[in-house]
């Protein structure tokens, strides 16, 4: 028999989101560039549907501002499993709003996900959630300590920028990188599948110059392009000359270091 699931089974929590992306954080204006809205413009529907994160959400672009830097997806987790994902845009100063502009980005929490049977989603306690924050091609952070809803009125501040022990740790280095006095994801992650590197088996440079419309030509340079590949989200493709992708990830990110390993740690 099918179970009867009550509305208040899945509430909806608000979040308020500071977060700062490497790939374009300039710390002389303490703002992002937005170079990729700016010259190859962002995809009408949230970009997070596809391999590794399968988010099926629905939402679709429906304001016009400049100062938008990229899609986002946050999540909510619980006990391990996931409870709730919502896709948000990030803007130049730190904030991530809903697609109307919205500073607050509700995520319904203990939505049924896949495997998961709904006699074990029961509501827990408001204090357990864990905040994951994730962008295409940074490695994604989690929050430290468990977000409790109830303190907020069900709309918790969350600001990731201002130091790195707001976020989880398990490595012997910060989850997030430290530009100027202020904490980004960090960049890099190519292919997405939450390591930064470049040598070794699945390394990102090669899933860079390996980019089929790259061809392997070192001069290749490929305009309004909207791919993981853009390490520096400027809407080129390049791996030689000036702001090079190549340079991006193996110099500011790696710092020089071929044998450096960057890992998601959630
Ligand atoms: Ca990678
Ligand atoms: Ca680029």
Redesign the pocket.
Known sequence: MEQSINAQQYPTVGIRLKVFLQACYNPATHKMHTELHNNAGLPAKQPYSGSPWFYNGSEVLDLNDPEIVDWMLVELYAGGFLRGQAAGLLRSDGNLVNTGGNPVVHIVVDKEVANTAVSDLNPLPPDTYYLVVRHRNHLPVRTKYPIKFADYQGEAVVNLSFDAGNCFSNQDYTSTVQIGSTWCLRAGDVNSDGQVKVNGANNDQNALVNDPALNGLLSSVLQDQYKTQ?????G???QSGPKN?LDFLANKVLGGSLSMVYKAQL
């Open positions: 853009d390490v520096n989200m400027d080129l493709l390049k992708d």
